[in-house]
């Protein structure tokens, strides 16, 4: 029995193939478009999964939708007429989409792929809520799932229990923790939807010298962890941007403008708006374990990704254990609304995951076979060496050791949005000019923040104050007191300055609060990368390394070996592996390209 899931049309598109309850295959399509975070039809994506299924369109037994467009396009006319006419603009902007496509959904789907069967529909947190507990490893658990916005929930909570899954509560808009955490994304001059991230890793520079204005004023925040937005401030649901005049008068003056100096006040309100949400999320986790008396808990939604709150709600919250889907955000509805209609449209009972989740390490994309790359490399004339089984690991993380920067393309690529080892740039933790020599010639950006560092799943107590794995790298954890260094406060400092200071024995991937994003690596779901990470252990006697995502600002992480090689060349990488071969940066051709790639590129 195959179903195909789709997610399309908001934001991220991906598809996801599962053949009888396992997981087969998912992708985003912005991996085979080249368009970061692609909204469109996914339709290569599409292609890819039926590929590595081995089947054809008509052979498929569902396809599903995770969403339901009829109750989303019912949300958008009431909020337009809630504040008709002053949204008019952004409403007209919208409608030629929704009836274009968005409402004859089936039909766009069936002449999209050519497949003439039922197509099926989930609701968006339904969909959420099952990426978040089928694939879990847990039996039974509790399910916790926010983001900005589905159909009308913007949070929801329930338990599953063997095939079954049941909702018991929704928030719903305007009151959204993902709305409220994205106009501060929008006012502090990152890209709602993808820079989130950036607002989170901004917050240890700041003092939460806002947090009480912000409970005051914008969102009132109940015992159980339900909330409501104060709407006077802001303008998702009339406007084209988020927030508005009376939200700028709270804070100081208006939004900062992309792209420009990020000062103390933008630090200081990312302090405070993460400590808000991780207020809310605490309240609404506390809330959930004394409504269903689960003891583990499993979550997804974009605000899932929040890895920070995610670490709290691990140290602190009432749950033994959480399980979070990697793609938490909307492409993981695709995975999720397959799953429902496998266990509860068709009743297929779950395998009991015996304490191991069904996400395969996430590694559900597109591999690529040793013939198949040599073949590319001896087509293109790259210069490129073998490199013998035994000696690999040992090769890789030699360079690495020796200060070389790697792109490492290995194994099937990666679903969500972290890179795992099989789509990452890698570096060494221990040298003081990683972060900025990584950030500057190969990412070509100037960040403020620390890379992820990947540790063996072993040792990772060793380096973390964390006893759990954290495979998807979704937990932020303390870097261990014994290998702190002592700093000063930083006050006055630029923020590139503060950043630079040493502040442990791994300085690239320790944050200024001594934290990290941590991705631990075991040797059953990535052994090629354990055995990198391992070697690199036995040259230096560190078992940690810098794994950050294989791109360029504004590209989507690579997926083929000649994406691998094209970034490769554009930026100063020193090595690229691509399964069992290697190419240096020295023996290659010159690299020439037509036209100025990097205007091509839109910033996130
Ligand atoms: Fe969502």
Redesign the pocket.
């Known amino acids: 029995m195959d179903i195909l899931g789709i997610s399309c049309f908001y934001h991220d598109s991906a598809a996801c193939l599962v053949r009888d309850g396992n997981i087969l295959a998912a992708a985003q399509e912005e991996r085979f478009s080249r368009k970061k975070h692609d909204p469109r039809f996914p339709k290569n994506a599409v292609a890819y999964c039926l590929k590595e299924g081995g089947i054809e369109p008509r052979a498929l037994d569902y396809v599903v939708f995770y969403d339901k467009p009829f109750l989303t396009f019912e949300r958008l006319l009431m909020s337009y007429l809630t504040v008709a006419p002053k949204g008019l603009r952004s409403w007209l902007e919208a409608m030629p989409l929704w009836l274009g496509r968005k409402l004859h959904m089936p039909k766009v789907i069936q002449n999209e792929i050519g497949y003439e069967g039922d197509v099926l529909f989930t609701e968006?947190h339904e969909a959420?809520a099952a990426s978040a507990f089928y694939p879990s490893p847990f039996e039974e658990a509790a399910i916790l799932t926010i983001?900005?916005v589905?159909e009308w929930a913007t949070a929801s909570y329930g338990f599953g229990k063997g095939r079954e899954m049941t909702l018991l509560k929704e928030l719903h808009f305007p009151d959204s923790l993902g709305l409220l955490y994205s106009a501060f994304t929008y006012f502090t001059g990152f890209r709602v939807n993808s820079g989130e991230y950036k607002l989170m890793g901004l917050a240890p520079y700041g003092v939460p010298r806002y947090k009480d204005r912000i409970l005051s004023e914008l969102v009132d925040v109940k015992a159980d962890g339900s909330i409501r937005l104060n709407l006077s401030y802001f303008n998702f649901l009339g406007g084209l941007r988020m927030t508005g005049r009376r939200f700028s008068r709270l804070f100081g003056g208006p939004p900062r403008m992309p792209e420009t100096e990020i000062t103390q006040r933008e630090m200081d309100i990312a302090a405070s708006i993460q400590a808000v949400t991780e207020e809310i999320v605490l309240r609404m986790v506390r809330t959930v374990h004394d409504e269903t008396s689960q003891k583990n808990l499993c979550l997804a939604?974009?605000v899932a990704l929040n890895c920070v709150a995610n670490g709290r709600v691990l140290r602190e919250g009432p749950f033994e254990d959480i399980w979070i889907q990697p793609a938490a955000?909307?492409a993981g509805?695709a995975l999720g609304a397959a799953l429902s209609v496998w266990h509860r449209y068709l009743e297929n009972e779950r395998i009991h995951p015996k304490g191991h989740d069904g996400q395969k390490g996430s590694y559900l994309g597109p591999s690529f076979s040793d013939e198949e790359i040599m073949a590319f490399l001896d087509r293109s004339g790259y210069p490129f060496h073998r490199l013998e089984i035994g000696r690999r690991a040992k090769i890789i993380a030699g360079l690495i050791a020796e200060g070389r920067i790697v792109g490492y393309l290995a194994g099937r690529m990666e679903f969500g949005p972290r890179a795992l080892g099989a789509r990452s740039i890698l570096g060494d933790p221990r040298r003081g000019d990683t972060q900025s020599l990584m950030n500057l010639k190969i990412k070509y950006r100037e960040s403020f923040r620390p890379f992820a560092p990947s540790v063996l799943e072993e040792k990772a107590s060793e380096y973390f104050d964390m006893d759990t794995p954290s495979p998807y790298m979704l937990l932020v954890a303390y870097v261990q007191e014994v290998r702190r260094l002592p700093q000063s406060s930083g006050d006055g400092m630029p923020m590139l300055e503060r950043l630079k200071a040493r502040r442990s024995d791994i300085p690239a991937v320790t944050h200024l609060d001594y934290s990290a994003r941590i991705q631990t690596v075991n040797d059953v779901d990535k052994p090629d990368y354990h055995a990198v990470v391992s070697e690199f252990e036995k040259l230096t006697g560190c078992g940690v390394i810098v794994n950050t995502s294989f791109n360029v600002r504004g590209e989507p992480i690579v997926c083929t070996p000649r994406d691998a090689y094209q970034c490769f060349m554009r930026t100063e990488m020193d090595a690229l592996v691509l399964e069992n071969c290697i190419l240096y940066k020295e023996e290659q051709p010159v690299w020439k390209e037509g036209k100025d790639w990097r205007s091509e590129l839109e910033l996130d």
């Open positions: 968006h959420h983001d900005g589905g939604g974009g955000g909307d509805g």
